[in-house]
Each structure stands twice: as structure tokens, then as C-alpha cells.
């Protein structure tokens, strides 16, 4: 079985516009979530983590140029825009051509262009835009991929089934490299659904602390780019080297009260990866703030006996992006490799869950190798990847 590198990567979230600009504001401890009052997106206040719209129109004018697309801004939905944005700059940092027969594109969205369900949207863009089909047809046509899309939509595990997905495509031989990108965007839509459950916090959210109230949503973009052969020009190799996933068939929105699923996912993911637990260096958690998610987390990490390895959660910084979310955490995560630095678990005081885990309540600098990454979502479904430095 062929090795995957992760060969460039790329986050959008709002932070900013790529993986620098985002590890930057993660190191200084910054969180990109504030209350909006935007009754395009919900009647009341709320607080949310939102792309700069101002940025995300110039930034895509300039690839348009870049690409030398003829059509208008116009043509393109928010979302569009972003995946787009997000792509281009990650393949800047690879010598990947998408048009090569041998590279696939694979999208994570949990609703795609949901938005264009509202009224304002109707007349301005073709009804089958809200397809996820037709959202990949876009992205697709404006980078020339040759082979058909790979969707993956699978709740908020999403964007970390795609990277397996990928890396199993790859390790096969199927293909040499993978653009693994994943996005979602704050709508009434998603927003209303999250209030109806009463999981949206008043606040900041808080994963793992002992006040956690709730998840914050965001929007945000993210994209990996993979490949069988070895990244050029750099002495710092990032594998990804095994991935799980696994359902606990407990509840339609709530997760496994025990953990074990989600510790089921973790250890095989482990031991695909030829890693020893004791190996494991950081754990990127799911981190909602939510206080069954953070609470079976927790129990899952317990079972697996990984207590004592720095934990954090990306969702205090730009919330819960949904589709996004699993490439995004993992674009940082890698960054974390990168520079040997674990990004504190922002909002977190007050250890609030029954195991004893390590949440990094200050930036921890150390020698970072070997990594999990879990998500757990909606229908009970987990997930679990492990990244190898060398």
C-alpha cells in the first residue's frame, strides 16, 4: 500500500483567509466569534463566527484574474466562493495539476447551498445550484478536474470521512493525489435548526469547561491536498496514516452515553496506522461544547487510556463549521506539526466532564509527531484519523 502526504493546506474561517493568517490569530489566543443581529439569519441576536464578506469578494476577484475566468462574481454563490478560495490557495502550495486523470476532487459539505432556499436567492440562481451535485459541478469546471466528484456528506463527521475516504483512494492506487475540500456557511436555515434543539450557547462556547452551554456555530472553508508522492522542497513530512469510522445507533442528535464507539473508532484507526497509543503526542477533539458531545469525548479518550496526551478543541476560535469542520481542525492540526506547537483549547477555565483528560488550557510548546483527530456527529456517527510527522 502506497504512503499519503499531506502535501499543502488551507483554512478559511473568520480568522482570516489562509492557514497562516488563522494559526497566527489561533496562537494568540483570539476567537473570531461575536454576537451578530443579521435578521437575514435569525430574528434575535446571536453569536456567530462569520467570514469577512468584504475580503471574500476581493480575494475571489483576484482569483477569477488569476484563472482568467470570464464570469461575473455574480455567478458564483457565497459558498462557491469560498470553496473556490479555499482550493486555489492550497494548490498553490502543491504542484498538483488538477486536470491530471490521476487526481480526484473530494467535497465535504453538510448542506452545501442551502441558502439559495431563501426568497432573496430564488431568482437569482438556477434551482439545481442547491444540489450537492451541482455545488462539485462548479468547483469542479473552475479548476478542470477531469474525474466526476467524490461527495461526502455525513453530518459533522463529514470532512474527516472525506480525508479517509481519500486516503484510501490513494493508498489503493486509484489515484495519485486528492483536493479534499470541505465548507459550510451560517444560514437561517442551519441557524434556526441548532436553536430548535436549544444547542446554540448565549455566549462564546466553552468546550470541556465546566460552564459549557452550548456550541457556536460558524462558517468557514478548509482544504487538504494529498498525495501518494512525497512533498518537494521541504524536510518535514506529514502522513496520514490511518482512519475509522463507527456508529453508535443511540439517538438521531444525541451521541453514545458511554464513549465506547467513538473508542472503538479511535483504536482502529491506531492500530491501522501502526502508532502505539503511548506514541500519541496531541488529540484535535470534536470539542462542541455541548454537554453530552464533551461528555462522551471525554469517556472515549478515558477507554483508550489516552488521559495524560494534551486535548484541545478548535471550536472556541471560528465554532462548529459543520462539513467544514474535520479539515479545517486537521489544516490546523498539521500546523500544530508544523511548528511544534499545541493552540490552547480556547474558552476552557474549569475542567466540566466526568474523565480526567488533559485539556490544554495554555499554548503547550513540544515536539508534536504523532496526532489524533475524532468527530462525532448527528446519528450517532465517529470518527477517528491519525497524521505521522517524520
Not at 453569536?47 to 468584504?54: F, G, K, M, Q
Not at 475571489?60 to 458564483?76: C, D, G, I, M, R
Not at 434556526?192 to 466553552?206: D, I, N, T, W
Request: proline share 4%; with cysteine; charged share 20%.
Amino acid at each position: 500500500m502506497k504512503t499519503v502526504y499531506a502535501v499543502s493546506e488551507n483554512i478559511i474561517s473568520s480568522l482570516g483567509f489562509t492557514s497562516r493568517e488563522n494559526l497566527e490569530s489561533l496562537l494568540s489566543g483570539k476567537t473570531g466569534i461575536t454576537v451578530h443581529h443579521n435578521e437575514t439569519l435569525y430574528p434575535q441576536p446571536v453569536p456567530l463566527s462569520l467570514v469577512d464578506s468584504v475580503q471574500l469578494e476581493q480575494r475571489f476577484e483576484s482569483v477569477l484574474a488569476e484563472y482568467k475566468k470570464q464570469h461575473s462574481p455574480a455567478f458564483f454563490t457565497r459558498l462557491e466562493k469560498m470553496l473556490i478560495l479555499s482550493a486555489a490557495d492550497a494548490l498553490r502550495g502543491s504542484s498538483i495539476n488538477p486536470e491530471n486523470e490521476k487526481t480526484i476532487l473530494i467535497l465535504s459539505t453538510t448542506k452545501g447551498n442551502i441558502d439559495l432556499l431563501e426568497d432573496r436567492f430564488m431568482a437569482k440562481f438556477d434551482h439545481n445550484r442547491v444540489y450537492l451535485w451541482a455545488l462539485a459541478s462548479v468547483i469542479r469546471n473552475f479548476f478542470g478536474f477531469k474525474n466526476t466528484p467524490l461527495i461526502i456528506s455525513n453530518a459533522c463527521i463529514s470532512g474527516v470521512i472525506a480525508l479517509i475516504a481519500a486516503s484510501r483512494l490513494l493508498r489503493s492506487g486509484t489515484y495519485d493525489s486528492a483536493v479534499v475540500t470541505g465548507g459550510d456557511i451560517a444560514t437561517e436555515f442551519v441557524i434556526s435548526g441548532f436553536q430548535s434543539f436549544q444547542a446554540l450557547s448565549p455566549e462564546p462556547c466553552k468546550p470541556f469547561d465546566l460552564r459549557r452551554n452550548g456550541l457556536s456555530l460558524g462558517e468557514g472553508c478548509g482544504s487538504i491536498v494529498l498525495s501518494s508522492n512525497p512533498p518537494e522542497n521541504t524536510n518535514v513530512r506529514i502522513m496520514l496514516m490511518g482512519g475509522s469510522v463507527s456508529n453508535d445507533a443511540n439517538h438521531i442528535s444525541g451521541p453514545s452515553r458511554t464513549g465506547e464507539e467513538l473508542s472503538m473508532a479511535i483504536t482502529r484507526a491506531m492500530n491501522e496506522s501502526g502508532i502505539e497509543k503511548a506514541g500519541l503526542d496531541y488529540i484535535s477533539a470534536h470539542g462542541t461544547a455541548t454537554p453530552f458531545n464533551d461528555e462522551m469525548e471525554a469517556k472515549a479518550l478515558s477507554l483508550c487510556n489516552l488521559n495524560d496526551v494534551p486535548v484541545n478543541s478548535f471550536k472556541g476560535y471560528w465554532g462548529h463549521t459543520l462539513g467544514a469542520s474535520g479539515v479545517m481542525e486537521s489544516a490546523a492540526l498539521i500546523g500544530s506539526m508544523k511548528t511544534n506547537c499545541i493552540y490552547k483549547s480556547v474558552g476552557f477555565e474549569t475542567p466540566g466532564v466526568s474523565e480526567r483528560i488533559n485539556i490544554a488550557a495554555e499554548t503547550i510548546y513540544k515536539p508534536v509527531n504523532n496526532c489524533l483527530k475524532t468527530a462525532s456527529g448527528f446519528g450517532g456517527c465517529n470518527a477517528a484519523l491519525v497524521f505521522q510527522k517524520t
